[in-house]
């Protein structure tokens, strides 16, 4: 069984910048991928950014990038999002997910396992 426990949202100014943190426990990660999704109020849960345990590529959704970083900590079994210049349009529950084939996708019916999100609010 797989667990993922996503952490690190908060409250921030518009501008400012947060880390979340996906850590993952039980098999092993080595040819998975992880990716970030998020859902607003209102709104249908959307990919932010998705990476790859084994070859370390990226891909991200056009609203977050060159603001946006995904990075893993393979030993740690960790995944990280930098979130920087952050805009009140990014305020969401974000959840972090495991894709057990790595397809790389942006569609969130590929993932198996979730997070159980954590609440990202930027004030204008």
């Known amino acids: 069984q797989v667990q993922l426990v996503d952490s690190g949202g908060g409250l921030v100014q518009a501008g400012g910048s947060l880390r979340l943190s996906c850590a993952a426990s039980?098999?092993?990660?080595?040819?998975?991928?992880t990716g970030w999704f998020r859902q607003g109020p209102g709104k249908e849960r959307e990919f932010v950014a998705v990476?790859?345990?084994?070859?370390?590529?990226?891909n991200y959704a056009d609203s977050v990038k060159g603001r946006f970083t995904i990075s893993r900590d393979n030993a740690k079994n960790t995944v990280y999002l930098q979130m920087n210049s952050l805009k009140p349009e990014d305020t969401a529950v974000y959840y972090c997910?495991?894709?057990?084939?790595?397809?790389?996708?942006?569609?969130?019916?590929?993932?198996?396992?979730w997070g159980q999100g954590t609440q990202v609010t930027v004030s204008s």
């Open positions: 997910a495991l894709d057990v084939i790595a397809t790389m996708s942006p569609n969130r019916y590929q993932y198996t396992y």
């Open positions: 039980g098999r092993t990660f080595s040819t998975f991928a």
């Open positions: 990476i790859s345990w084994s070859t370390g590529s990226t």
